[in-house]
């Protein structure tokens, strides 16, 4: 394949080196250090290594298998086919399985060695292990429900209190409608924000304060629309301020000036205005190539405290990892995850983590989790294979207790039986997937039209469209905050993109007013789109800075407006 120097060095051609992938026929690399570190991972059963071959499919499209495993952000109403309780659920009610109250499912009250089977050497793994693995039980949501209080509306998600649709997120207070929020308090509509209080529309910000639609800015506060901005207070319409206070459109105003702007942003109009003329003047700033911080060595984006880390994005606290994505927590010699953290020796898997050790294609296995082999929700397990549902168990197949020595010997057949099927070392392929492609995470980055996904084999859910159907009438949220009263709160709205019915909540009214904006007219969905619009895609391309000329591998398409700049150049940007 040709590599030319503003060439998508996005995974499925960092170098192409011609491997065409079975699922795409692009062609893509796989480095030395792609094999080196598959030689690393291979798991050793019996004093036997099993080498795993090299990926037969790209980069790109290994994330997409993986990010099909899970929902995150469409709930459902359903009961709990255990207690009959009524409960909210990711997994929706016209899905063919059975589902329980997570109070339930981790409960003694059913067991899963009850699924157990014999592995059948005349058919491949995949089947077998999808038959299995859609009979057992599944828990209503993902959540470390035991340590929440009031968050019946979160997934994947844990340690929250009074907290409303969010997701990917831990350890929050008083939150909503936000995805990936970490130890923030009195936040609404927020993506990937930590340590943040009382903040609206903030994108990728670390410990800020009392603000609104700030993107990229860290110990911010009282401000608005900022863009690369450290340590300022009372700023609005800024870029790659440092330390500054009373700015407006980078220029010193005095403390009246500021409040007079700041207080126009109360209606909708003006802060509409305000964001179309922000979204213009972030263009005369020189962005710089990636966005990390406490990095070395690494290729990819979004980046936090990081060495040795090869085609990562949206992650902190990688050594030594590959393709990782949404790595949460301390991951070590990892490679194709998402959303995994505390764990080393992963490879293959999706969502994860807590002391998590040598696992291989596993999806939703966390809390001391050791050398697994392709299981799915398990936990407190080790020296598992083709499980899922256990908890506490070692050396169990396809849901049955073997003893050491005769697991050893069955999962070397078995390794050897998916070496001649060529299912060995892959990813658990997307028809294991429990939820429509429209309804899991893929959806979000990797969109296709129903008629796409139906023609690639895979399932579509007519379920979150209809879900929200409401027969109206519908009322108007008020354009300016100074006009909402409680009223507001009673109200059903539709969407006018997604035509998806929603409410205002109180908590809701309340931050806005605090923090003198409109309440928003579109439904969670459609925001939490936009959010993820403003941010770069997890592809690379290799470009030059535009003051040195030094190469950069970057986030930032060739064709877009920005300028962009190396480390050195960008430091000597700043204000
Ligand atoms: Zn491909
Ligand atoms: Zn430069």
């Keep these: 394949m040709q590599q030319t120097p503003n060439q998508s060095t996005s995974a499925s051609s960092v ?36 080498p795993l071959p090299p990926p037969t499919i790209c980069p790109e499209e290994r994330e997409r298998m993986r990010l099909a495993q899970t929902n995150h952000i469409n709930l459902y109403e359903r009961t709990c086919d255990l207690s009959g309780e009524k409960m909210i659920s990711s997994i929706s009610p016209d899905k063919p399985f059975k589902v329980y109250k997570q109070e339930q499912w981790y409960s003694d009250r059913w067991d899963p060695l009850e699924y157990g089977k014999e592995f059948d050497f005349s058919r491949p ?28 509306y979160t997934n994947n998600a844990g340690k929250n209190k009074n907290c409303y649709l969010i997701f990917d997120s831990d350890e929050n207070r008083d939150c909503y409608y936000s995805y990936s929020l970490n130890g923030c ?20 910000c ?22 690369n901005c450290i340590g300022c207070k009372n700023c609005l319409m800024c870029s790659n301020l440092r330390n500054k206070e009373y700015y407006v459109e980078n220029k010193k105003v005095t403390p009246e000036q500021f409040a007079e702007y700041r207080a126009l942003l109360g209606s909708r109009k003006s802060l509409q205005r305000a964001g179309e003329r922000f979204a213009k003047l972030k263009l005369e700033y020189p962005q710089k190539y990636i966005h990390g911080v406490q990095i070395e060595n690494v290729v990819g984006d979004y980046l936090v405290n990081s060495k040795n880390a090869y085609m990562c994005f949206d992650s902190e606290d990688l050594w030594d990892c590959r393709y990782v994505y949404q790595g949460f927590m301390p991951l070590k010699n990892c490679m194709d995850l998402q959303e995994c953290g505390e764990g080393e020796r992963l490879y293959n898997c999706s969502v994860v983590g807590y002391n998590a050790n040598s696992l291989i294609g596993c999806d939703q296995c966390l809390q001391q989790v050791s050398d697994l082999l392709y299981c799915t929700h398990c936990f407190h397990c080790t020296n598992c294979f083709g499980c899922s549902g256990l908890r506490n168990r070692k050396y169990c197949i396809f849901n049955k207790q073997y003893t050491k020595e005769a697991y050893d010997a069955l999962a070397g057949k078995m390794i050897e039986h998916m070496q001649k099927t060529n299912e060995w070392g892959q990813c658990l392929p997307m028809e294991m997937s429990m939820f429509g492609y429209n309804e899991s995470t893929v959806q979000e980055y990797f969109p296709l039209t129903k008629q796409d996904v139906e023609a690639r084999g895979w ?47 109180e908590q809701e009214l309340e931050l806005a007013q605090k923090l003198h904006i409109p309440l928003p007219v579109t439904s969670f969905f459609q925001r939490h789109k936009e959010r993820m619009a403003l941010r770069n895609p997890r592809k690379l391309w290799k470009r030059t800075c535009s003051k040195c000329s030094k190469e950069v591998i970057t986030s930032y398409a060739p064709e877009r407006p920005e300028e962009i700049v190396c480390e050195e150049c960008y430091a000597k940007a700043v204000y």
């Design 206 to 227: 670390v410990q800020c304060y009392e603000s609104i639609y700030l993107q990229d800015c860290e110990n911010c506060s009282n401000s608005a629309f900022l863009k």
């Design 459 to 505: 399932m579509w859910s007519p379920v979150p469209e209809q879900k929200d159907a409401h027969p109206g009438p519908f009322s108007n949220v008020p354009d300016d905050i100074g006009d909402t009263t409680e009223a507001v709160c009673k109200g059903i709205y539709q969407c006018p993109v997604t035509k998806k019915a929603f409410k205002i909540v």
């Design 185 to 204: 308090v009195d936040c609404s509509d927020c993506y990937r924000a930590r340590k943040c209080t009382l903040c609206c529309e903030c994108i990728d």
């Design 125 to 152: 793994f995949f089947d077998q292990f999808k038959e299995l693995s859609w009979s057992v039980p599944k828990p209503a949501l993902f959540t470390a429900f035991q340590y929440d209080e009031n968050c019946a």
């Design 15 to 50: 170098s192409g080196t011609g491997h065409a992938c079975a699922h795409c026929s692009q062609a893509f690399d796989v480095t030395e250090e792609d094999l080196q570190m598959l030689d690393a991972l291979s798991p050793i059963i019996g004093g036997k290594k099993y």
